[in-house]
């Protein structure tokens, strides 16, 4: 699709406009809900001094906003994991970017489209002022201090997350290994799932890879001694293979001696 330019002026008193494109984001390639193809919008040419949140905020005007990311250039998703608190994530350079807006409904994908290029965005309002140049500066630097309590909610924050994470990894891990469990005559153990949960029904294919997998174990494996019962025959008749071996020399140990022929170096 082709790109629309919307204006953007800073404040109602600004007399110079900047230029930002915009499109419908449809790369089919990119198979993620982070993007709907048919609720996000790319733009072009974001201004250093526009903030996710004020991106979120002028933009609002077309309809209700899902989500805002901003990026260097043009880029697939990336899951990086969870969400960092600004104490744990380094400064992002400032520059000229690129976003990625997701709205709640399609329709505003279309409004913005529809907008006369000639009708400026504002930027700053007495409502959502944007602070640049010196007072900016100074805004950063104050930010730039954490505070304790802050810094501790944030640091508990972040470590129930992993706790969490952690704890829902195992119990996978926990119950895939209870699936595939064996027990010792090789039978396969199977568990009984959580309360409430309903398990999910194989399919033909899942069934027929579990046949072909347990045909080449048998296979590769001689099915001897597979009851407990077999087990103990075998053993009682290894025994007695011996006590008949050791009888057997026993005599024949017996019968040299008799023929002076016995040289047992």
Not at 20 to 29: L, N
Not at 199 to 225: C, D, F, I
Request: aromatic share 10%; with cysteine.
């Amino acid at each position: 699709p082709l790109l629309s330019v919307l204006s953007l002026q800073f404040s109602t008193d600004s007399v110079a406009q900047h230029k930002i494109c915009v499109k419908e984001h449809r790369v089919r390639a990119e198979k993620t809900t982070q993007r709907p193809l048919d609720r996000t919008l790319f733009v072009l040419n974001i201004p250093p001094y526009c903030s996710e949140g004020v991106i979120k905020e002028l933009f609002s005007q077309f309809g209700p906003v899902q989500s805002v990311e901003l990026r260097e250039k043009p880029g697939s998703f990336e899951h990086s994991g969870p969400k960092l608190a600004k104490y744990f994530t380094p400064a992002q350079k400032q520059g000229f970017r690129v976003g990625y807006i997701v709205f709640q409904k399609a329709i505003s994908i279309t409004a913005v489209k529809s907008h006369p290029h000639d009708v400026p965005l504002v930027v700053s309002t007495e409502q959502r002022p944007v602070w640049t140049g010196l007072q900016k500066w100074i805004h950063q630097y104050k930010q730039s201090f954490a505070q304790p309590d802050k810094l501790q909610e944030a640091v508990d924050t972040f470590m129930q997350d992993y706790d969490k994470r952690k704890e829902e990894e195992a119990e996978r891990q926990k119950e895939a290994a209870e699936e595939q469990l064996e027990d010792e005559e090789g039978w396969v153990k199977v568990t009984r799932g959580k309360s409430g949960t309903k398990t999910r029904p194989h399919s033909e294919v899942s069934n027929q890879k579990a046949l072909q997998k347990e045909s080449r174990k048998r296979k590769r494996k001689e099915l001897m001694n597979f009851y407990t019962w077999q087990h103990r025959n075998t053993q009682k008749e290894h025994i007695a293979e011996l006590r008949k071996k050791f009888e057997e020399d026993k005599q024949r140990i017996a019968l040299l001696r008799a023929q002076r022929k016995f040289r047992p170096y």
